[in-house]
């Protein structure tokens, strides 16, 4: 005999009103990074939260916690979460031990992802949240893959439309290349890869290479909603000039990670053209402030330039400092790894939001494109060094004005609020769809 379906889904998969009234919808959002975490990373989920419900989408966020029991008072601010092994959850012995064996089943032929334990508890915390809530639409966010794990069986069980937003790419342009190498690591990720594009109602990323990818593997709906800023967030950052932005120098200021954030990302280049300005002592003219976290190659390669006090190192900061010190500066460096077209980073776009002209080292990528159409830089291709002198000594001559009228229109479309309406009309007319195939469904069987 057939078992028989749980009522609540045979709702579901028929398409509900429950999260229309008003004409508003009810979206789940599943994105394993998000506060406390503060970084560019966790920025796109905090904006879908706070700026679609005001274009009509009631969100309900699934995220992440590190310790046992529940944050109820968050939960009435739509945000639940999952329990998983983190490094501030746990005792740092508990925690090495996981972390090690999942490095170990990775190379012994499991997939070994970070975040498995997160995704059991996901999913049976997303089985409850349908069946109280009944949304309308699922939204996932990518990195990493367990969360777009969670949404297709949630989506697949309950009938909701599916929606993945990528940050980065998956297997187009990856974050890290040589993981897909590792032979059922890279299976599993082609697989999953074939199920988006096979299930998702639309796939929603951050630059058009990405976009175009999914475009050419045919995904039913594919949409650019780039990264931004939010001029909300950066209104509320500000602190005093710092004594060591020198009013006789022209103050470089570069914030956050190189190679720690994407492999490839380096300033050799950079630093030879430094070099070469230093010949002809023009190097006195540029101060560099590099407020982050480098690896000991980066500290060092970088060590005879502060020695000669071209270059000053501050060490990590919180994100609000980076914002604030952002707009203390005469320029804003952007480096960028090369030969991967779809990198816009998050960084691009604080930059944006401070106002200050861009020395962006990059080349073919997302972020030149940007920086090129909002009049926002100098474009620079990061490793060719007889071009980055080239604009180093133009800023020696003629000081850190803007290299171009800056284009306030573009760069507007950048921002947070803008990026939401666009996110919930989107959000909105795969709700329209999923409900009018559902109902002409239901007449053709009728």
């Known amino acids: 005999m057939r078992p028989m379906k749980d009522e609540s889904e045979t709702a579901l998969r028929v398409g509900n009103d429950a999260g229309s009234a008003g004409g508003r919808i009810n979206a789940l959002l599943i994105a394993y990074h998000y506060f406390p975490e503060n970084n560019g990373g966790v920025q796109r989920i905090a904006a879908l939260k706070k700026y679609l419900p005001r274009y009509g989408v009631d969100v309900t966020l699934l995220t992440h916690r590190g310790k046992f029991g529940v944050a109820e008072s968050e939960r009435s601010d739509g945000v639940v979460r999952a ?11 508990v925690f090495l031990f996981y972390r090690v064996l999942q490095r170990a089943t990775r190379y012994f032929g499991a997939t070994g992802f970070r975040y498995t334990l997160w995704r059991r508890n996901a999913i049976r915390n997303a089985e409850r949240l349908v069946r109280a809530q009944r949304p309308d639409v699922i939204v996932a966010t990518y990195p990493p893959t367990e969360t777009i794990e969670v949404a297709l069986t949630i989506s697949r069980r309950f009938g909701i439309p599916l929606v993945v937003d990528f940050r980065d790419g998956l297997v187009f342009e990856p974050l890290d290349p040589n993981l897909l190498k590792l032979p059922r690591i890279g299976r599993f990720v082609q697989s999953l890869d ?3 594009i096979e299930n998702a109602a639309a796939v929603v990323t951050v630059s058009e290479p990405i976009s175009n990818y999914y475009r ?5 709906r594919v949409e650019t909603i780039a990264n931004g800023f939010d001029p909300d967030e950066l209104r509320g950052k500000t602190m005093p000039r710092p004594a060591a932005f020198r009013h006789d120098r022209i103050n470089v200021v570069h ?22 300005l230093g010949a002809e002592g023009g190097d006195r003219r540029l101060l560099f402030h590099f407020f982050g976290e480098y690896t000991k190659q980066e500290v060092k ?14 060490g990590l900061v919180s994100r609000d400092e980076s914002l604030a010190l952002q707009r203390h500066a005469d320029v804003l460096l952007l480096v960028t790894a090369v030969g991967q077209r779809s990198i816009a980073t998050g960084k691009l776009f604080e930059y944006l939001g401070a106002g200050k002209p861009i020395l962006a080292l990059t080349a073919g990528t997302e972020a030149e494109a940007i920086v090129r159409d909002t009049g926002a830089g ?17 800023l020696v001559r003629e000081g850190a004005l803007d290299p171009l009228a800056r ?3 573009r760069i507007s479309a950048y921002e ?18 999923h409900r009018r195939k559902a109902l002409e469904g239901q007449e053709s069987v009728s």
Request: glycine fraction near 10%; hydrophobic fraction near 40%.
């Open 416 to 433: 947070r609020q803008e990026q939401g309406k666009r996110y919930a009309d989107l959000l909105a007319d795969v709700v329209r769809t």
């Open 378 to 394: 100098w474009v620079v291709a990061p490793d060719d060094p007889g071009a980055i002198g080239v604009v180093l000594r133009s």
């Open 407 to 409: 284009r306030a229109t």
């Open 255 to 276: 914030t956050g990670r190189l190679g720690r954030s994407r492999a490839g990302t380096h300033i050799d280049a950079m630093l030879e053209a430094l070099r070469g």
């Open 301 to 314: 390669s970088l060590q005879p330039f502060v020695d000669q006090g071209v270059v000053l190192m501050h």
């Open 194 to 196: 074939e199920q988006i």
């Open 83 to 93: 329990f998983d092994i983190t490094r501030h959850g746990m005792p740092l012995p």
């Open 216 to 220: 050419e593997r045919q995904a039913a």
